[in-house]
């Protein structure tokens, strides 16, 4: 963890690079929708968010594994657990999300406006979907970085994985929105946090058989 932050704080262009995408995209929305149309529909307005977000998860976690070089992956292999290594890669991209989305939220807010009615809970649902998106798109990165092409098998291997997510955490969001009641949306908020235990765990468990490999 200390080396990928370490890393990050040298190399800030990278981050830097995700913050252009998610301003240059959210303006372009600003440009395409507000200023032709005179503002967004809700329902347009959760699913641009969601659909920005998760571009800019599979941007900025696709490098996890694969700017990682054969030389240091073989010390990783020598001086720690696979254990550790997927740990910490998923606890960072989970900091790194969670940075991204509430940018995100405050500039897409402030670009294009705020119709959320209660804001805690979308804050809620933003954090779920940052764990969620770091947490499988971790996995896949490690699996995709044993292949020639990373981008585009990383980019088939978490479709089916995000969409079903992605349906929950738009439902969570529209019904913050709207400004229902948050028992309305316990039954997708505890099926997120199932998913992302189970995606914890499983990683945890399979990596290894990766990770020797």
Do not use: H
Request: glycine fraction near 8%; hydrophobic fraction near 55%; charge should be positive.
């Amino acid at each position: 963890m200390q080396k990928d932050f370490v890393l990050e704080w040298r190399q800030k262009y990278a981050f830097n690079g995700m913050l252009l995408y998610v301003g240059s995209t959210v303006f372009i929305c600003y440009l395409s929708f507000s200023l032709r149309f005179g503002g967004l529909e809700v329902p347009v307005w959760n699913a641009l968010y969601w659909i920005i977000l998760l571009f800019t998860a599979v941007n900025a976690i696709a490098k996890g594994f694969a700017q990682e070089s054969r030389g240091r992956l073989l010390y990783y292999y020598s001086v720690v657990s696979p254990q550790g290594v997927i740990l910490a890669k998923m606890i960072y991209n989970v900091a790194l999300m969670l940075v991204l989305s509430l940018l995100c939220f405050g500039f897409y807010t402030i670009v294009i406006g705020n119709p959320v009615q209660d804001v805690g809970m979308f804050l809620v649902t933003i954090v779920l979907g940052a764990i969620g998106f770091a947490s499988s798109l971790t996995m896949i990165s490690g699996i995709a970085a044993k292949a020639a092409n990373t981008g585009t098998l990383m980019a088939v291997l978490s479709f089916p994985v995000m969409v079903p997510m992605l349906l929950m955490l738009m439902k969570m969001s529209k019904n913050a929105i709207d400004g229902l009641d948050p028992s309305v949306s316990m039954d997708e908020a505890l099926t997120l946090l199932a998913i992302n235990m189970i995606v914890v765990t499983v990683s945890y468990i399979l990596f290894p058989y990766l990770w020797r490999s």
